[in-house]
């Protein structure tokens, strides 16, 4: 009875490569959101997502796109991996303006 | 003006004691300030949250006491136990945010037996 889940947990990639994030919520929430959070643990918006609006914040490199194949659904990828995105990667979800309920992060570490 | 200002950065209190975590905002539009417990390994949740409509929410051991006037409002943790170490978030939000969330930047809590 997972509420948010992320997949993977954990990654470990080479500088330059492409990688994704899945996610998936079970709550019937209408937005998602992707945050990073880095080594000093602070939690910066990436974007939100519903299903008539994408946010995005301005400092996101383009290498970042989130994908959406349905309301439950939002997946994060990233082309062209660089030292400095090796962070904690988290989803959310809520309803409009609602509590954000957030996954269990995915630690990706570029090499 | 979007920012929420966080302190301490770090705090360690005895088992037994009162923990407080200050958040400041400059945004009147905002309308909802809530707080995140993080603990190492998980992702944040909301531990409680608080409109500019009360002074005071208390939840167990728990309370956010919010100053409309100064623009602050805190966390007040009565009883502090070890079960309470973690990383704790203020947040705010409003119109003008879009209704995105303004994290404050953490507050690594440390409670010692």
């Known amino acids: 009875d997972t509420a948010v889940s992320q997949t993977p947990k954990y990654l470990v990639t080479q500088m330059g490569n492409d990688k994704s994030i899945k996610c998936e919520q079970n709550?019937?929430?209408?937005?998602m959101y992707w945050y990073k959070q880095d080594s000093k643990k602070f939690l910066k918006i990436m974007f939100s997502?519903?299903?008539?609006?994408?946010?995005i914040n301005e400092t996101v490199p383009n290498r970042f796109s989130p994908k959406s194949p349905d309301k439950a659904h939002l997946n994060l990828h990233i082309n062209s991996l660089e030292l400095g995105d090796s962070a904690v990667y988290f989803c959310?979800?809520?309803?409009?303006?609602?509590?954000?309920?957030f996954g269990p992060g995915t630690r990706l570490t570029v090499l | 003006q979007q920012q929420v200002k966080q302190s301490p950065q770090s705090l360690i209190v005895q088992k037994g004691g009162i923990s407080i975590i200050n958040c400041a905002y400059e945004?009147?539009?905002?309308?909802?300030f809530p707080w995140y417990q993080q603990f190492p390994g998980k992702g944040p949740a909301l531990l409680i949250a608080?409109?500019?409509d009360v002074s005071e929410k208390k939840e167990g051991r728990f309370t956010i006491s919010f100053n409309k006037s100064a623009k602050q409002f805190s966390l007040h943790i009565m009883d502090s136990q070890p079960g309470d170490s973690a990383t704790y978030f203020c947040?705010?939000?409003?119109?003008?945010?879009?209704?995105?969330?303004?994290w404050g930047a953490g507050t690594k809590l440390i409670i010692k037996p």
């Open positions: 959310a979800s809520s309803r409009s303006k609602g509590e954000q309920f």
């Open positions: 709550l019937g929430h209408d937005t």
């Open positions: 997502y519903n299903n008539k609006e994408l946010i």
């Open positions: 945004n009147t539009a905002f309308d909802y």
């Open positions: 608080i409109r500019p």
């Open positions: 947040a705010a939000r409003g119109w003008d945010s879009n209704y995105q969330l303004i």
